[in-house]
């Protein structure tokens, strides 16, 4: 269990001072480090090895020369330079590598590393989709000491997208309001969540989703914590609140269901690098008690 949601994977403090991001240090000129090889939703990782010495740490190897594209410097772990670079549609993984899906919980990586892939794919993905000014179209080079890019006509500066969502804890006594989508491991259910739309507060937003998804109102909307989430680039935004009337009816258009659960027998909840577990973990219980 994290103490702290700011030691979340993902969140930059949780590395402590072990990572320094990139616009605050210069990028190599022999692109040497470690290489976070990134597919879709996926990375490339060695065979056979374990913890850091799963990354490929040297220059780019060469069963991916000519095959990565938006390549990235985007900081130092360790003070190791850390480039990612995302890998041409349908490659399969060469001898030696195996490629494996980005979902904490189901890589086998340590917090650090995982939370360095992330950093990794939303590195990818912003260079991937920033090559061209979104006002006029043409190229645009990076800022110098920024994450943003400048367009070379028109002068335009723009920046990496950050998505605000809302995820939130409905509390009653002893028991909490919980949700399930049928894409979910078996048995498992989490907290209300969604985006916040254009012209709405966070709160706003979070009763609106509360009362789309599970049909109820409530009342003393807290929040509580946040957590960087960079699938590709989502700020997840966490409240408490106190069921305050009204039946539970779930959304079936994105909810398969929603039900009241006693704090004392959860259902299976969502993995603990989320911030929908640490919400669960640290406030579930009326007593203030702390989960195991």
């Known amino acids: 269990m994290f103490p702290s949601a700011s030691l ?24 040497g480090g470690r ?42 772990y360790l003070d190791v330079p850390c480039w990612a670079g995302s890998v041409e549609s349908g ?18 990586l340590s917090d650090d590393l995982l939370s360095l892939c992330g950093l990794a794919q939303q590195a990818t993905y ?6 061209h000014c979104p006002r006029c179209g043409k190229a645009t080079v990076a800022i110098k000491g920024e994450r943003g890019k400048r367009c070379l006509r028109c002068k335009y500066d723009h920046y990496p997208h950050l998505h605000p969502a809302v995820i939130v804890l ?41 009362r789309e998804e599970v049909g ?3 009342r003393d909307l807290q929040y509580v914590a946040s957590q960087y989430w960079p699938f590709p680039s989502q700020l997840m935004v966490g409240f408490v609140a106190t069921y305050a009337g009204g039946e539970v009816r779930p959304d079936r ?3 398969e269901d929603a039900r009241w659960f006693s704090v004392a027998n959860l259902p299976d909840l969502p993995g603990k690098h989320s911030i ?15 989960g195991a």
């Open 126 to 131: 912003w260079e991937a989709t920033s090559w």
């Open 216 to 218: 109820v109102e409530v």
């Open 35 to 76: 290489w976070f090889l990134i597919q879709d939703q996926s990375i490339f990782l060695l065979d056979r090895r374990e913890g850091a010495d799963r990354i490929p740490l040297g220059a780019i190897p060469t069963e991916f020369m000519g095959k990565v594209e938006s390549i990235v410097h985007f900081g130092r």
């Open 253 to 255: 258009t994105e909810i």
């Open 276 to 290: 929908a577990r640490f919400i669960l973990d640290h406030y579930a219980r009326p007593d203030g008690a702390v």
């Open 170 to 210: 409905i509390r009653d006594s002893d028991r909490v309001l919980l949700t399930r989508k049928s894409f979910w491991a078996k048995n498992r259910y989490g907290l209300v969540a969604g985006f916040v739309d254009i012209g709405e507060s966070l709160e706003a937003a979070a009763r609106r989703e509360i």
């Open 8 to 31: 979340l994977p993902f969140n930059l403090e949780s590395f402590q001072g072990r990572f320094v991001p990139a616009n605050e240090s210069a990028a190599p000129s022999d692109r």
């Open 91 to 108: 490659m399969e993984p060469p001898a030696g590598f195996v490629r494996e899906k980005l979902a904490p919980g189901q890589i086998a």
